[in-house]
């Protein structure tokens, strides 16, 4: 089934109230933002997406796969259900390199493109200040570098339409290089965030509040200009940081800082 978008139809908050949000659509190539406080429901709205849900969970919210219920065979299934989460405390335990990864995976999904391995690696090289390797070894990667091939991986082999984002602020990745990878792909985003950088790139933002979906905000030309500016600052701190790790001196021209107009 090619899955071209999914809706969520409202159920009820924590209190027992309806959700203000009645219903809200997604669909591919489009990056929808989760946020609000700590404990207002955010990774449950997540939860219920993953687990394609039917009035079946706390929140008793339904979701559509094109406009539809989905069959019952997709959601027993995980294969079938084609849904791909990141967070940034994943990690691969895998003792195998790179290279043997990324083949693996391909052949498991079918893909037998050629240069299929530099391809992945190369995407990853752009979301990350650490070079990845074909012949490094998974459990040496950093956290950094595990999460860059992660979204290159997803993005490039992984067949999963819909793409579920926990809180990658503190992933050592440049964040909104990756999201713009992944919607690039034709991917359905929903990314938990708190960061700005991420919030505010996004097409629109749920806002949850007391387990319930409070309202929906499109973001403004003016929003995704300053998630740009804001990104540029982002991305020096992370070469900074890569400099140090490095044991490399910092000079104060190093923290010269000339954000564009």
Known sequence: ????????IGGYD????PEPVREVTIKRGEIVGVVGPTGSGKSNLISDIEQLAQGDTISKRKILVNGKVPPIEMRRDPKKRRIAQLSQNMNFLADMTVEEF?????????????????EVI???NRLTGEPIKKDYN??????GQSRSLMV??????SDSPIVLIDEIENAGIKKHEALELLAGYGKIVLVIT???VLALMT???IVMRSGGMQKIVETTEEEKEISRRINEVDNWLLSLREKIRLGERLTYEDVTLAVKE
């Open 1 to 8: 089934m090619e899955i071209r978008e999914i809706t969520i």
């Open 102 to 118: 990324i083949l693996m995976h391909a052949k498991s999904r079918g893909v037998y493109r050629e240069n299929i391995v530099d």
């Open 203 to 205: 097409d629109r933002r």
């Open 14 to 17: 924590k209190n027992g109230n």
């Open 138 to 143: 998974l459990t040496i990667l950093s956290g």
């Open 122 to 124: 190369e995407l990853a």
């Open 194 to 196: 708190h960061d700005p």
């Open 152 to 157: 290159a991986d997803v993005a490039v082999i």
